[in-house]
């Protein structure tokens, strides 16, 4: 299997300052599943294009671990249409030109923390082959439970006045709901359930009471009014532990009946 690196992986992977903590755990995957790890062409030359001469130097020795495309597919006609529409600056051409090699089956996965790309491999069918690091951990510990050393961690109810918002962990929120900051502070007086690994949160878990009052009119199918218990917010970082991805539940907003015996899926989950 062929894993094509985005250029944003390999800066983040060879930088000397760690920006993305999980960065050392995707290629401990990519290692233990024998992926092998491709770099573009266009990756090279924009690391060339730094200012810093020592960091280009620096860069090119250690590119050599990876495995360099020694030649680029044409641009498939899909791919150029999408470019034409989409792409204003070189950067936008370069990272379309990347993902060209994914439409044309040259690699098998590409892994990007672009949402440029994301949002591009989407509109070409090929969303499915696309990865962040996030969504890649998720995919091969699902697939490789077997290979997963689990830790337990024990999980603290901690007020949101008490909870480190300014924390890398909730950066993903900031970045998918704008308005995360302000609705977190005015829950301060509010409980949600965390885990930390050393001094890092890597789970949080906030659970909210709604009574019969609750509106649910935005709901399909709609609810009956009913005392429930709803999911408001839940991610788990990929660092080895079970539970539920942030992919997985991007965008629950999950209601349970508190009462009652067996429930239909229908009953018990809203649709997302």
């Known amino acids: 299997m062929r894993a094509l690196l985005d250029t944003n992986i390999i800066i983040h992977r060879e930088a000397s300052t760690v920006v993305q903590p999980t960065i050392g755990k995707l290629f401990a995957w990519l290692d233990r599943l024998k992926y092998e790890k491709c770099v573009h062409p266009v990756t090279l030359e924009e690391i060339k294009q730094h200012n810093d001469e020592r960091v280009r130097k620096a860069f090119s020795v250690k590119l050599e671990a990876y495995s360099m ?38 690699v098998d996965i590409l892994i990007s923390e672009d949402r440029g790309i994301l949002r591009k491999a989407d509109l070409l069918g090929i969303f499915d082959r696309v990865f962040t690091i996030d969504s890649f951990l998720e995919k091969v510990v699902s697939e490789n439970p077997e290979l997963v050393d689990y830790h337990v961690l024990s999980v603290k109810k901690e007020l949101f006045g008490n909870t480190n918002i300014e924390s890398q962990f909730f950066d993903s929120f900031r970045s998918d709901y704008p308005g995360f900051d302000s609705w977190f502070n005015r829950k301060a007086d509010e409980t949600a359930y965390l885990c930390y690994q050393d001094s890092s949160i890597v789970a949080f878990l906030y659970l909210k009471v709604e009574d019969h009052t609750e509106p649910y009119t935005d709901i399909v199918p709609v609810f009956a009014p009913a005392r429930r218990l709803k999911i408001g917010t839940f991610k788990v970082e990929i660092n080895g532990f079970k539970g539920c991805s942030r992919r997985m539940l991007k965008k629950s907003s999950c209601r349970v009946d508190k009462y009652a015996g067996p429930l239909t899926e229908e009953d018990r989950w809203q649709r997302w």
């Open 69 to 106: 495309i020694k030649t680029t597919a044409p641009m498939a006609d899909e791919v150029e249409s999408l470019s034409t529409s989409m792409d204003n600056t070189p950067n936008d051409r370069n990272d379309t030109i990347i993902l060209n090699e994914l439409f044309c089956n040259r």
